[in-house]
């Protein structure tokens, strides 16, 4: 059990969850507007790529990927707001495949797939000069993302449940500690946070990262 005391001595920020489950980065275009720049956010957390890249129900290209994600940075900033990237996670294929056919990946593996996602995302953070967390890297440096029970990934061992994608309690725990350090670090303003995003940031209703770095930022 991940278990962290706030890093930051600050009011109480305001944070939203804008997670959508089943969200490609189209679908945070069309609804960036309601959701975040409506709410005028001092930072905005951006965690996609997962169902662009992964969601056998309608992939798109890396290329109309990293079209759509600066095209959210561009509006994000012009609208005031800074942005904090994040790498999503990678996944363990064989329970993915419990669920999408697994000859729909054969071009292409599901963990190569999520690798150029990352590599895309460090490439946009490194050009506009954009804080990044580097979430991807950091699970398989820690090795706590396979089916063990020590792993972040929902599992049959630590969770009884085939997922290998959506992150544990613990999971949204340890993410909202490094989105609550690179906030520090970065001396960004806290005031309005939106955390924007599909399911790995909207989790469930008690148990998601931006409810845990709501009581990071306290």
Request: net charge positive.
């Amino acid at each position: 059990m991940y278990m962290f005391a706030s890093p930051l001595n600050v009011v109480a920020a305001e944070v939203i969850n804008a997670g959508v489950g089943g969200n490609r980065s189209s679908q945070l275009l069309k609804r960036l507007n309601r959701d975040v720049l409506a709410h005028h956010p001092s930072v905005v957390i951006l965690m996609v790529g997962t169902n662009d890249r992964l969601n056998s129900g309608g992939f798109i290209t890396a290329e109309n990927y990293r079209k759509n994600v600066i095209t959210l940075l561009d509006k994000i900033q012009a609208g005031g707001a800074k942005v904090v990237l994040i790498t999503p996670p990678p996944c363990i294929p064989e329970l993915l495949f419990n669920r999408h056919d697994p000859q729909k990946y054969a071009d292409q593996s599901p963990n190569e797939r999520m690798q150029e996602v990352r590599t895309i995302l460090l490439e946009i953070s490194n050009q506009k000069e954009i804080p990044l967390i580097d979430f991807h890297q950091h699970l398989i440096q820690h090795k706590i993302a396979d089916q063990q029970k020590t792993s972040v990934l929902r599992n049959i061992a630590n969770s009884g449940i085939k997922d290998g994608v959506h992150l544990t309690p613990e999971g949204y725990q340890l993410l909202a500690k490094l989105v609550a350090k690179k906030l520090t670090t970065e001396k960004i303003d806290v005031t309005k946070v939106i955390c924007f995003g599909d399911s790995l940031t909207q989790g469930s209703t008690k148990v998601n990262y931006p409810a845990y770095l709501k009581e990071q930022l306290k």
